[in-house]
C-alpha cells in the first residue's frame, strides 16, 4: 500500500518537492511508496515547471484536505490564513502535516500541536527553521538527552547575503538591498527579513524545541539589520569583530541556581530556569565559528551538556535545498506509517504516537525583559572634540557600574569626534541608564550605533 501525499503550493518549494519526488533513482528506496495524490494551487494558468497530470492539481484546497485517500499533508503554501485553517483540518481528520510554514507554527504553534497530539498523527516542519539544514530533527531526537544551554543561529539567509556583502563590499545597506532585490534573493517586501521578524519566527521554534516550554512571539525582543552602518561594519572589523544578525535562545542562571545546576542535583530547576530569547546585529568575534558564515548561509550553533558544542551549517533556503527536508519529513511519516500497525480508533493511535517525532510542550517558558540581560555592548558616540570629553563619558558610565573594555578616537565626522566604546558585561538596564546620563551631557551631540557583541 503506497503513501499518498496532498501538496498544497506548488510554488519554489512545492516544485523543488515534486522534481526530488519525481527523480527517484538513487535515493532511499522507501521513496518508492509515496505518490502525489493532490495538489493544489491558486491559479491553474500559471505555466509549472513539473509535469503533473490536470486531474492532480485544483484550486480546492479544501477537498485536499477532505481527501480520505490521502494520508500526508504537505502545506508549502506559506502565509497564515488559509494555511493555518488548511492544516488544522487535515489534522482533525486524522492526516499527518508536514510544513515549511515557520510563521504558522510560530504564531499558531500550541493550537496545532495539541489538535495533532488529540488526533494522534505528526506535524513535521523540518524546512520551517534553516532550509535544507537538518536542525529540528537533532533538536527532538539525536540532542534530546543534553541540558540545553543556548541555540545560537544565523537564521536569515537574506539579512547574512546584505550583511557580507557591506563587510566585503563597504557599501551602504540601503545600495545591497536594492541589488539583492534586483538578483531575487530578497523579496519585493523584504521587511520579514530585515526587520529580523523572519529570524524571530524561527528563534521561537528553536527555543521550544531545545528548551522544550513554548514561546510567545512577543516576547521575542526582535531588532533587524536597517540601521547597520557600513562606518559600524568598518570599526567592528578594526576592534576584531564581524556584524552578524544573531538569532539567541539562551538559558539564564543566577548564580545559585548555576551552582545547583551544575551539580546537576536538581535537574527541574535547571528546566525551568528563564530564558532570553532575541534577534538582534550583534559584533561577534572574528574567532568565533559563527562569524565565518557568509552569504545566503545560515549556521546554527547548539551549546548543551554533556555535548558541548555542535554547529549545523548549509543553504537556509532555495528549491532543492528545502525540497531535502520536506521529503525527508515525508519519508519520516511514511516509514512510521509501514511500521504502525493498522490502528482505527483514536485512542490506539495516541497511545502509539512516537514522543520523539511528535511535539507535546504544555508550560510557557519565562522570558527574561532585556533590561535584565547581561551583555556586552558595542556604541558610537559622536562629540565636540574638546578636552575631557571621554573623562566625562567614563565618569556616567562608571556611575552604573558599567566597565569598558575599549575605547577609541579614531575618525571625524566632519568637526565632531567619532568615539567607540566596547564594554564588559553589564546589565542592560544600567548601560542605558549611563547612555541617558551622556546624551544629556552638552558635549555630546549623538549616540549613532548600539549594538550588542557576543
Ligand atoms: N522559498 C524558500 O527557499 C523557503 C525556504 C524555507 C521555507 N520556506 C517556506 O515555504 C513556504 C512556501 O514558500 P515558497 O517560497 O515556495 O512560496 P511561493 O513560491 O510563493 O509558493 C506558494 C505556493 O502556494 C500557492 N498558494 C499560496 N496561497 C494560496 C491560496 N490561498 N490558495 C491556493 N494556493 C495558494 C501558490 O499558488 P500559485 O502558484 O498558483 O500562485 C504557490 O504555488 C513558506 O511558508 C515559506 O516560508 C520557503
Ligand atoms: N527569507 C528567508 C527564506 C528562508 O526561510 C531567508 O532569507 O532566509
Ligand atoms: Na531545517
Known amino acids: 500500500m503506497g503513501v499518498k501525499l496532498g501538496i498544497l503550493g506548488l510554488g ?15 535515493r532511499h528506496p522507501l521513496l518508492q511508496e509515496i505518490e502525489i495524490c493532490r ?70 504553534g500550541a493550537e496545532i500541536f495539541t489538535t495533532a497530539n488529540q488526533a494522534g498523527v505528526y506535524v513535521m516542519l523540518e524546512a520551517a527553521v534553516g532550509g535544507g539544514i537538518p536542525v529540528i530533527q537533532p533538536l527532538k531526537q539525536s540532542l534530546s538527552v543534553n541540558r540545553i544551554q543556548a541555540v545560537t543561529g544565523i537564521v536569515n539567509g537574506t539579512t547574512n547575503y546584505i550583511l557580507t556583502r557591506m563587510q566585503t563590499e563597504g557599501s551602504n545597506f540601503s545600495d545591497v538591498l536594492a541589488d539583492a532585490q534586483h538578483l531575487g534573493y530578497a523579496e519585493a ?8 521578524l523572519d529570524a524571530a519566527d524561527k528563534i521561537a521554534i528553536l527555543a521550544s524545541l531545545g528548551f522544550g516550554g513554548r514561546i510567545n512571539l512577543k516576547d521575542v525582543y526582535t531588532e533587524g539589520i536597517r540601521q547597520v552602518s557600513k562606518t559600524d561594519i568598518a570599526y567592528a572589523e578594526k576592534l576584531g569583530f564581524v556584524i552578524k544578525l544573531l ?71 532555495g528549491a532543492g535545498a528545502t525540497a531535502s527536508a520536506v521529503t525527508s519529513d515525508i519519508l519520516n511519516l511514511a516509514a512510521s506509517l509501514k511500521s504502525q500497525k493498522v490502528s482505527t480508533d483514536n485512542q490506539s493511535k495516541i497511545g502509539s504516537l512516537n514522543p520523539l517525532l511528535a ?21 558610537r558616540f559622536l562629540t565636540n572634540d574638546q578636552p575631557g570629553v571621554i573623562g566625562k563619558l567614563g565618569t556616567c558610565f562608571g556611575n552604573y557600574g558599567v566597565s569598558l573594555e575599549s575605547i577609541v578616537q579614531t575618525g571625524f565626522q566632519g568637526e565632531l569626534a567619532e568615539i567607540v566604546v566596547v564594554t564588559h558585561d553589564v546589565r542592560e538596564g544600567n548601560f542605558r541608564q549611563a547612555l541617558a546620563e551622556i546624551e544629556s551631557l552638552e558635549a555630546v551631540e549623538s549616540i549613532p550605533s548600539l549594538l550588542r557583541v557576543l
Open 12 to 26: 519554489t518549494v512545492g516544485t523543488g518537492t515534486v522534481q526530488l519526488l519525481q527523480d527517484k533513482t538513487g
Open 359 to 379: 511535539c507535546g510542550h504544555h508550560e510557557y517558558s519565562q522570558i527574561v525583559p532585556m533590561a535584565e540581560l547581561i551583555t556586552r555592548f558595542y556604541a
Open 39 to 108: 495538489v493544489g494551487v491558486r491559479s491553474l494558468d500559471k505555466p509549472r515547471a513539473v509535469e503533473l497530470s490536470t486531474d492532480v492539481v485544483t484550486t480546492d484546497l479544501e477537498a485536499i484536505v477532505n481527501d480520505p485517500a490521502v494520508d500526508i499533508i504537505v502545506e508549502v503554501m506559506g502565509g497564515l490564513e488559509p494555511a493555518r485553517s488548511l492544516i488544522l483540518k487535515a489534522l482533525s481528520n486524522g492526516k499527518h502535516v508536514v510544513t515549511a510554514n515557520k510563521a504558522v507554527i510560530a504564531r499558531f
Open 247 to 317: 538569532a539567541i535562545a539562551k538559558r539564564i542562571t543566577s548564580s545559585e541556581e548555576d551552582r545547583e545546576t551544575r551539580g546537576y542535583g536538581d535537574a527541574q530547576k535547571f528546566y525551568l530556569s528563564p530564558l532570553s530569547v532575541r534577534v538582534h546585529p550583534t559584533l561577534v568575534p572574528k574567532a568565533h565559528p559563527l562569524a565565518s558564515i557568509n552569504g545566503v548561509y545560515n549556521a546554527i550553533l547548539v551549546e548543551g551538556e554533556p555535548i558541548g558544542q555542535v554547529m549545523f551549517f548549509g543553504p537556509g533556503a
Open 189 to 196: 517586501d523584504p521587511t520579514a527579513d530585515v526587520d529580523g
